[in-house]
């Protein structure tokens, strides 16, 4: 089986071919127009997806060393994400399939990053063989999910505010840094003190709030941001200049602790042997570390998907599509689909 994924639903446009559940290329072109103005742009995401799409998608077919005619099933985002940018790249994919006579299947964006640690580029990285609790923290969303063996999955807990993604490249803007910030947070807080400054964990063990909230799974992070706000508003510019890796790394410490321990709170009450991170802020260095540790410790299998297929890429809606055809669970019937903008939480 040959598969064209397509990814556009946010400001990278990607495509990827998959070859017997194998990747063979992922193209990845990501829009540096937009940190002009410190976060996306929709209507340029869409038309800068619209520049880019044809030349990305031939670099991926080439790269992979086929020709269109082998393809056998076309994959493209359906949504979530911006949805002029999901449209680009549907009916792009739309076209493409119905001229081909091939079929097409529609990915769930947020699917995708579920499953990106099972994502094969090399031996090793099996298909899911057990129930596991996935942690998927991206620009738009945050939330836990159980996971079942069948691909089946229920969101346990999600943000009541902000996605983890977005209090990284919030508090990072408040700083003065380049969007996206959170990998500018990442690299600084390597050098930085995460004991330097203790910023808010909200609907946690060290929250004030009440016991109902902190047992839940679900997160909220625009105490952080406020609390990030009012720090920077108490001090001198040149106190934040000089102390910048200590006060990235203490916000770091704050996203991250947070992620982990409903993580591994979520995993024993489910009983389950495995987790997995994915989504852009999966790729953090700090959240890795703390997961693994955390995951060590428990006695947890922990998978997490290469740096490259954390962030959006297409390799991980080609994989999706694979994993669901060889279940019987995808649809490929219909050229007719509408994108959707936002995730209907089940
Ligand atoms: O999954 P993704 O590529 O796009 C969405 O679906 O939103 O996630 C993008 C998010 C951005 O908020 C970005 O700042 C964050 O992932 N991100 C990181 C890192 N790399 C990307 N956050 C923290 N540390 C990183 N190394
Ligand atoms: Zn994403």
Request: charge should be negative; aromatic fraction near 6%.
């Amino acid at each position: 089986m040959t598969i064209l994924g397509i990814e556009t639903s946010c400001d990278e446009t990607s495509a990827a071919v998959l070859q017997k559940g194998r990747v063979r290329s992922n193209i990845i072109s990501s829009q540096l127009i937009h940190r002009t103005y410190g976060g996306v742009v929709p209507e340029l995401a869409s038309r800068e997806h619209e520049r880019l799409i044809v030349s990305v998608v031939d670099t991926a077919i080439n790269q992979a060393n086929i020709q269109k005619n082998d393809l056998d099933v076309i994959a493209a985002t359906a949504g979530p994400g911006l949805i002029g940018a999901v449209m680009v790249g549907l009916c792009f994919a739309q076209g493409l399939a119905w001229s081909l006579a091939k079929p097409l299947v529609p990915v769930n964006h947020i699917e995708a990053h579920i499953f990106s640690g099972f994502i094969q580029d090399h031996p090793g990285h099996e298909a899911p063989g057990e129930r596991f609790i996935s942690l998927c923290v991206s620009g738009g969303h945050t939330m836990l999910c159980l996971v079942q063996e069948d691909l089946a999955y229920s969101v346990i807990g999600r943000t009541i505010d902000d996605a983890a993604g977005e209090a990284f490249d919030k508090t990072g803007k408040m700083l003065g840094l380049d969007y996206p910030a959170g990998p500018v947070i990442d690299r600084l807080s390597r050098e930085g003190d995460p004991a330097f400054h203790d910023f808010p964990r909200a609907l946690t063990s060290q929250s004030r709030t009440s016991k109902s909230y902190r047992d839940n799974f679900d997160f909220s992070f625009s105490g952080l941001k406020t609390s990030v706000l009012h720090y920077i508003n108490r001090h001198d510019p040149a106190f934040i200049e000089q102390h910048l890796s200590d006060i990235a790394a203490s916000i770091q410490e704050a996203i991250t602790s947070v992620l982990v321990e409903k993580t591994i709170a979520a995993a024993k009450k489910y009983s389950v042997r495995a987790v997995s991170i994915a989504g852009g802020v999966s790729a953090n260095s700090g959240l890795r570390q703390k997961m693994e540790k955390a995951c060590a410790q428990n006695g947890l299998h922990l998978c997490i998907p290469k740096a490259v297929y954390s962030t959006d890429n297409a390799a991980m809606i080609a994989t999706v599509a694979d994993l669901k055809l060889s279940r019987g669970l995808a649809e490929t019937n219909n050229y007719d689909i509408a994108p959707f903008a936002s995730f209907a939480y089940k």
